[in-house]
């Protein structure tokens, strides 16, 4: 439901919206510095997944929704936790093997990603615009990647790439399979089924390990509780402003990372990587200015 658009929740919207995109966007960044300190991707993703638990079950009882799950939602709901385990790890996990201004915008391949697959679904053409500002993004990764290829880590670059991929599953299925169930809801069933496949990979692997140092405690605590806080921000500015300008304001995720980088860390921000990012920025921008445009919701487009 969105909410009546007043003056006053148009402002409180956008204030949600901007800040859940810089939360998310720090807590890229912030990965560096827990990962030089010992702990690892899984540790991580473990951890934010199990503490979203209680925090949206506080949530669904605030906003009085049932927890309680129609029989034929499940499966959707079990693949929506796999997906969002990845989420909860790649997109930060990346950090650790290569750069955090990297790492920010192959997640972004989630939006024309979208628009791709819901085009392959509904077996219909995405139009000549949205064609050019899919090539456009997916070239901009080329750009990228493509003059230090040789000398990226892979590990790092698949991470990032996949949890984009994993994001752009996540936001289909639960369009496509689960419209009608409360955000909060979802989001705390997702938060379940990752920790148990997060809590086993992680011990499986032998990859639970905490800071060693304060510095690392800090980046750790600030990426769980970021992008804890940051999820419900999302909803209430989509109630509030509506998806298509909560989705631009999202935009802002991947510069917050980039300037954090930057300042923290004094990430060399290359030609390349700028037109690359430039590219992937504007692909998004040409794709949410032709759904504006003809009135369509960006995650149906």
Not at 167 to 186: Q, Y
Not at 228 to 257: C, D, H, K, W
Not at 259 to 278: K, V
């Amino acid at each position: 439901m969105i909410d009546a658009p007043t003056q006053k929740n148009r402002v409180y919207g956008t204030i949600c919206g901007i800040s859940c995109s810089v939360g998310l966007g720090l807590a890229v960044a912030l990965g560096r510095i827990a990962f030089e300190d010992g702990t690892t991707p899984l540790t991580v993703g473990l951890s934010r997944s199990a503490l979203s638990i209680p925090l949206f079950a506080l949530l669904c009882l605030i906003a009085g929704q049932s927890l309680k799950l129609p029989r034929a939602v499940w499966p959707h709901m079990i693949f929506l936790g796999v997906l969002f385990s990845h989420m909860a790890t790649g997109n930060v996990g990346a950090t650790k093997y290569i750069q955090v201004s990297l790492a920010a915008l192959l997640f972004f391949i989630y939006p024309p990603m979208v628009a791709l697959l819901n085009a392959m679904i509904d077996r219909n053409s995405p139009g000549l615009v949205k064609m050019t500002a899919m090539l456009i993004s997916f070239l901009g990764i080329a750009v990228m990647l493509g003059v230090e290829f040789q000398t990226l880590d892979y590990t790092g670059v698949l991470m990032g790439l996949t949890a984009g991929l994993a994001c752009a599953g996540n936001i289909i299925l639960v369009i496509r399979k689960v419209p009608d169930l409360h955000p909060f809801v979802i989001v705390f069933y997702q938060s379940i089924i990752a920790t148990v496949i997060l809590g086993i990979l992680t011990f499986q692997f032998d990859e639970f390990r905490l800071p060693d140092f304060a510095s690392g405690w800090w980046g750790f605590g600030l990426i769980i509780a970021l992008q804890s806080f940051s999820i419900p921000l999302y909803y209430f500015s989509i109630q509030r402003i509506g998806t298509e300008p909560a989705a631009m304001l999202n935009n802002l995720q991947p510069v917050a990372s980039i300037f954090c980088a930057i300042i923290l860390f004094q990430e060399p921000f290359t030609p390349d990587r700028i037109l690359g990012g430039t590219m992937v920025l504007g692909g998004i921008l040409l794709m949410q200015w032709n759904d504006r445009r003809y009135n369509v919701a960006p995650d149906r487009a």
